[in-house]
């Protein structure tokens, strides 16, 4: 168990040229004893002002990832790359696009989306309310696109949220995240409860809420003719999710909403995950298992008596690092979040 990042002190400027990554929300009480906390002030600093330097450093780490363009269907193209995917359907009905990168990629998604050709954004769909799927909302709606999602992303975007961030810097560090309530010109102007169809260029666009998953926001679209289903954050394709217990994520739900695509989906089906490659069924398939043993595993950990911090140290998914823990979350950081999302 590697604990030797909490107790060193790591300067700002560290803090901010290090990777950074999510971890549940509050999980750091949950894990570590007060004592350790304190010991590690300053290090863990939720009320410092380096916050927003922090989401800033989130947002540029996204973007320094480059963006590449792939044709899913004749009309439907997917850019991936700076804090995710974006689906888009294109047309002469005008342009429909499922979500938008990080603030620092507007220039690069507004480029790739003009290349598609003239026709108008009429429609920004966010899979759910996280800022790497939702911050150029504004950009694009100022260019007379209407933007649609579930009424918990308009809900939670319009909330203060603090998410506890496990950061890990060169020497190690911990910090969280704020987030302010978003300009009223970034957030969804048309919401829904359950579900909500789209026709436009020939497609149906079916979007579908899911029981709390990887936020309580969470919704897929699918593009039925074409046969692509959008899974956002539903999906991190090749490596552990990240799950948002802060405002409402489940491992549960994120099962659920597995099964649920699995059984939409055929062999000819192309997923967009909200993180890592294009993927397929079979892809889904072992994600939906990875999350059902991890489930299974920690879930006996916890019903059995162990604290998250107890539950670390039996090291639950030894097995299952060198394929699942080598993205934006690591094993150590995974069996945490199950833990808070069990
Ligand atoms: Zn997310």
């Known amino acids: 168990m590697k604990l030797d990042f909490l107790q060193k002190q790591t300067s700002r400027r560290d803090i901010l040229r290090g ?8 999980f750091l009480a949950h894990l570590f004893p007060a004592t350790l906390l304190h010991a590690s002030a300053a290090g863990y600093a939720p009320q410092s002002p380096s916050l927003a330097d922090l989401l800033a450093s ?5 973007n320094a990832v480059p963006m590449e363009t792939q044709k899913l269907a004749d009309n439907v193209t997917m ?8 689906a888009v359907l294109n047309g002469p009905d005008g342009k429909f696009v499922v979500d938008t ?9 507004k480029d790739a989306l003009d290349a598609l050709g003239n026709a108008p954004v009429q429609y920004v769909i966010d899979t759910h309310w996280h800022f790497d799927h939702t911050d150029n909302n504004a950009h694009l709606h100022a260019a007379g696109a209407t933007v649609l999602a579930h009424e918990n992303t308009k809900k939670r975007m319009s909330e203060p949220h603090d998410l506890p961030v496990l950061y890990r810097g060169p020497d190690g560090a911990l910090a969280g995240l704020h987030f302010d309530p978003s300009p009223v010109e970034a957030l969804p102007q048309q919401t829904f409860t359950d579900s909500y169809k789209l026709q436009a260029n020939g497609e149906t666009l079916a979007l579908q809420h899911v029981a709390p998953a990887h936020t309580d926001s969470d919704i897929y679209v699918h593009f039925e003719k ?9 999906f991190f394709n090749g490596m552990y999710p990240y799950i ?10 994120m099962i659920s909403a597995a099964d649920k695509i699995l059984s939409l989906a055929d062999d000819d089906t192309k997923i967009v995950a909200g993180h890592g490659p294009l993927g397929n069924k079979a892809d889904l398939t072992k994600a939906r298992d990875m999350l059902i043993t991890s489930r299974d595993r920690v879930e006996k950990l916890k019903s059995g008596g162990k604290s998250a911090l107890e ?12 394929v699942w823990g080598n993205g934006i979350v690591n094993g150590d950081q995974w069996i945490q979040i199950v833990y808070l999302t069990l």
Do not use: C, H, Q, Y
């Not at 989130?58 to 996204?62: L, P």
């Not at 948002?244 to 739900?253: E, H, L, M, Q, V």
């Open 311 to 322: 539950a670390l140290a039996e090291k639950p998914f030894a097995d299952l690092d060198a």
């Open 58 to 62: 989130m947002r540029a780490k996204f």
């Open 19 to 26: 990777s950074v990554t999510l971890a549940g929300s509050a």
């Open 79 to 86: 850019f991936d790359g700076p804090g995710g995917a974006v």
């Open 101 to 109: 990168f990080v603030a620092p990629a507007w220039p690069r998604l």
């Open 244 to 253: 948002d217990s802060g405002t409402g994520g489940k491992i549960t739900g």
């Open 226 to 234: 074409a046969n692509v289903i959008s899974m956002g954050d539903l």
